[in-house]
Each structure stands twice: as structure tokens, then as C-alpha cells.
């Protein structure tokens, strides 16, 4: 089975429910199917870097309890909405709501604003206008989950209504882009979601996700995790994912908070330049990043040594930064063998990284750690 297509977002962007939220960083249910069905999991899953909720979705559709954390708090929020359950009227009152979403349209009164930029700039005067009423419009929907559905379809579709790609870790403008009008774009992503919650419902129990740190987390057990951690390729989600964040919270310094609370795995002004796992120390001295990338990573392992029944799985990819290229699946081996874990690669795909001036092969893996 060809199992490395299941490693990126690729196939979740079609499936109903997982397609809410487009986050080119998670996984397909797939490959968590496929750790599950190994692992046999009577009772409990767990995510520690949840993302969008795939694994969680995965888990709760196997009957499974899942628990879920990440330091995003618009991950935690897209989680929550794909992972609740909705009943014959929330989804006949979000089908209300929608019919008359624009109707007795006011003026909004709510600033929104970035940290690092003013979102007008990405945004013609108009969709910045919609995207403000909207916001409000979501709070004062009465029932509750259809406001929290309304909130998630108008966070979803701010790349296809604004000028800006999100172009690795940045976001980069565009002007010459075709930007859908945000009223157009809002009702097609409702029209989905309700369509889904119509004909393709995920049963099971409804997981439970939380906003907490990895690296400092143990409370909570369960047989297994199956999780992808930030890759060491110096993206920033709060800045990738800062415009939706920023929105979200309607707080200019969202993005701020979280990235103090991230896993560092891009390059920040002042590295510690100490404590590093000794399986990293002579790559530490010449990259500090990845000394602290895998710092991070040996807490968080450490704490799912403590956490977890019998181990489990991180699908991770390796890197390339200035040329030289960390075998990061091999090196969480390594930790995770002196931390107690049994650690084998069973599955791994190659892709070409364009990593100017050359194109190098890097793997991505998945890296099982039994008990
Ligand atoms: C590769 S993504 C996970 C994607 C997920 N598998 C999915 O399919 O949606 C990594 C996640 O780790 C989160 N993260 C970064 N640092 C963290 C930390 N210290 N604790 C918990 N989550 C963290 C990021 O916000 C991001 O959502």
C-alpha cells in the first residue's frame, strides 16, 4: 500500500468534514487508520500536536475516546467545531441562518488587525468590510454551534477572498490573484459543511481537545498516540496562520502569544544555545535550531513515554537547512530509544526539495515508538 500519499493534506481536502479547514501541514485519516489497525486500540487515542483534528476525527469515527491538544488556539477552535456533533435542528437552524445571513446588513464595528500587518492590505476595502460583519454576525447567532460553523466557514475561506498565497512559511502578497467576493466564497463553504452534516456525519464519541503545550503536558493517558509534530522547516504557524488567528481571537496579538508556546522549529532571534539531547550536540554547535527543535521534541517524547500504554506513532519529515541535510526520523529514533521506546521507520516516502541551489531527496517518515 502506498501509504506516503496519506502523509500530506492532499486527500483530507476532499473528504467530507476534514475538507472544513484547508491546513497544508496535516496528515490523511489514513495513515492514523493504518496505526491503529497495527496498534489495536481498545478505548483511547491521543494527539499532541492536533492540528485541524485529523487523528482525533479518525479516533472518534473507530469508537475510539480521542484527546487532542496544540498551542493554536484556532486549531483547537477548527478541532472542536469538525469534532462536535450537530442534530436535525442545529443543522435546520444553520440552514436559517444562512438564508438570511445577509439580510438587514449593518455596519460593523469591529477593527480587525494583525500584528505583523494591517489585514487591509491583503484585502480589497469591500471583503475587509464583509469579513468584519461577518465576525460579528457569527457571535450573535444564537445557537451556539451554528455560530461556531459560521465562524470556521468565513475563517476558512480568507485565502480564496483575499490577494495573498501563503507561500511556505510566509505569506506573501499577490496582487495579480483572483480573489473570490467574500459573500460568494462564505456560502459555498456553508453549503459544504451543511451538505456534509447531512449525508456524511462522523459518529462516536465526541473527542475532547484543549489548548496546552506538549512540551510541559501529562495530563492525561491513553493507549496511543498518533500525531505529526511541526517539521524542522521554519514555519511559523502563527505567522502562516496569523490572519485566521488574529480573526478568530479579534485580537491584533494572537499570533504573538502562540508563538512564545510553539515548538521551535524556525529560526528565532535568540537561540538558548544549551540543553540540547546529547544525540544532537555537534549538529547543535553548527545549526542552534535544531538543537532546540529536538530539545523540544525530547520533552514532549518524554512526556508521552509517561502518558501513553503502549507508544506510538510521529509521521515526520527530515530537512535541509544551509545544506545540510538532518535525518530528523533517525535522530527521534535515537531519542526516543534512550528515553525507552523500541523505535523502528516503517514506512517512508522521498520528495524533491528545491533547496536552492540544489534539489535534494528528503524523506518522509513514519517513526514508531513502542513500550
Ligand atoms: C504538523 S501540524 C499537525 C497537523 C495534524 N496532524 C492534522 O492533520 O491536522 C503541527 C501542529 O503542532 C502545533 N504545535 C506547535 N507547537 C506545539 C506545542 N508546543 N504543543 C502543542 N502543539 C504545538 C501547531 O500549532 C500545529 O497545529
Redesign the pocket.
Known sequence: MDLGNYFT?EI?KDLPVHRWFY?K???APQIVNHFIAEFQPKQSIF?????????LLAGKAKGLKAIG????PL?VFVSQVKCADYSTKDIQDAKEELKNAFQERKEPTYIWDFELFSPKKFFSKRAYNDICFLRERAEEIENEKVGALFLLALLSVLPQVGFFIKDGGVLREQKSKSAMPVKDAFKRKMKQIISDLESSPIHGQIPEVRL????N?TDASAEIFI?????LNNID?SKVYGLELSLFEMDKNASYR?RN???R?FITKEPQRSGYPEEVEELAARLPVAGEYFA?MEK?LKNLYKISEHGGVF?VGNSVIREEHILVDEILAKIGERIGFECTIPLYMERTADVRPAKVKVRESAVVFKK
Open positions: 493534506f483530507s491546513y501541514e496535516g496528515y494527539d499532541p500536536f492536533a492540528g485541524v483534528g485529523t487523528t491538544i496544540d498551542v493554536s486549531a496546552a503545550d506538549a512540551r503536558f500525531t505529526s509534530p511541526p517539521y504557524y502562540m508556546q510553539s515548538v522549529s523540544d514532549v509521521i
